[in-house]
């Protein structure tokens, strides 16, 4: 690590130690990754570390070279999976600023994933200013256009024992790596899966918190929905089996014919950012929102008299991808034709110009790092 030990007083952010990494990509290479990065498969060249013990606290904070984490075989994590992550983006201006669209309310959800699963809290501002640092030391990673720097800051406990109880070590580390669209066909319209067979979340468990375990739970039911041709899995409650919850790693909304949205309510599903945004969106240019619970034989009926318009899924990584058809074992449904619809396209755009800098900002959503 080589970062010096101090303890990271609560007051004191500028304790980072900034190492830029030795042999940095060549700037050719490096344009070359960025002509089509796809998600989540290309990096960049630093990450931010900082550590916590019991003792000290949070301590060492450090901008490094990207590198793989020594790991003793008996850490924690490994074993009993206390892991909690986040999704933000940087996002390229016009002006060659840099944008990053509310990490205070990533740092505060990442706040709640730890209080959750019994890690230690990372104080907020030093989640900020840890995205930040990584942003401005990787910049030139930012893609232009519809591009984006897809920030992933996470959690792991690091201690070295094998009794089942929280850790007394994390690493709190962000990584980056610029991306293009979620989805191979960008914002067209996306196919889900019901699934029958299992579950997200139930009361009381962890579906509203960012770990994991959610998604390695989630796996197994996403793959049925590749293997039936869909693009996305949905989740159905796990009383009653018949509300709408979310998708593996998005929220979901739902237009009515009366131009108004409806969004399944919190508790068990993921809070999104992206679903907050567009309620608030939403709500400010009259449109209103319910968020109320809706059952998958509802959605087919409504689909089928045409009462339901569109539908879409939201979130960081998917940003809004219009749901074009739903399948199930009972069969299948389309929804607005299988096309991309009107609101879910406006409020898209409506979203990633307050992101990219091309829209006012009145919520105060955007944070200039450069
Ligand atoms: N739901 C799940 C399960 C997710 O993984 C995500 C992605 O982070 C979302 C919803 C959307 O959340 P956000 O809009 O904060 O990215
Ligand atoms: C995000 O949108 O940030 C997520 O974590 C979802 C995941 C499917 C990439």
Redo the contacts with the bound molecule.
């Keep these: 690590m080589g970062a010096s030990l101090a303890k990271i007083d609560d007051a004191v952010w500028s304790k980072f130690e900034i190492k830029p990494a030795a042999n940095p990509t060549p700037e050719k290479e490096r344009a070359a990754k960025l002509a089509d990065p796809g ?2 498969r290309v990096f960049t060249d630093h990450m931010a570390i900082v550590r916590y013990n019991q003792a000290m606290g949070w301590h060492a904070a450090c901008v490094e070279s990207r590198a793989n984490f020594p790991l003793d075989p008996a850490a924690a994590v490994l074993h009993y999976a206390q892991e909690i ?5 940087a996002y390229k201006r016009d002006d060659g600023g840099v944008n990053l669209f509310r990490p205070d309310a990533n740092a505060r959800r990442f706040r709640n994933s730890a209080e959750r699963m019994a890690m230690a809290p990372l104080p907020e501002a030093l989640f900020i200013e840890a995205v930040e640092q990584l942003v401005r030391i990787d910049s030139a990673w930012i893609p232009g256009g519809e591009g984006s720097l ?1 920030l ?1 800051p996470f959690m792991i406990a690091s201690e070295i024992f094998l009794g089942v109880k929280p850790s007394a070590d994390y690493i709190f580390a962000v990584i980056a790596s610029p991306v293009g669209s ?1 989805f191979k066909g960008g914002p067209a319209p996306v196919s889900i899966w019901v699934s029958e067979n299992y579950t997200r979340a139930a009361i009381g468990g962890t579906g509203a918190v ?1 770990c994991g375990g959610n ?1 390695a739970a989630s796996l197994r039911a996403q793959a049925e929905a590749i293997d039936h041709g869909c693009d996305q899995v949905v989740f159905l409650d796990a009383v009653e089996r018949r509300y709408i919850e979310e998708l ?3 929220n979901v909304f739902f237009v009515f014919d009366d131009g108004s949205l409806l969004t399944p309510p919190l508790g068990t599903i993921l809070p ?1 950012i ?1 679903r907050d945004s567009i309620i608030a969106l939403a709500k400010e240019s009259g449109t209103p929102v319910r968020e109320e619970l809706y059952t998958i034989d509802q959605w087919r009926t409504d689909a089928a008299s045409g009462k339901l318009k569109e539908a879409f899924a939201c ?4 940003v809004i991808s219009p749901i074009g058809k739903v399948r199930s074992a009972n069969g299948e449904f389309l929804i607005s034709g299988g096309a991309a619809g009107p609101v879910a396209m406006g409020l898209r755009k409506k979203l990633v110009d307050i992101q990219y800098g091309r829209a006012a900002d009145p919520h105060n959503w955007i944070k200039k790092v450069l």
């Design positions: 998600f989540g992550f986040e999704g933000l983006k897809y992933r979620y960012k998604y593996g790693g998005m999104g992206t979130g960081t990584a998917a």
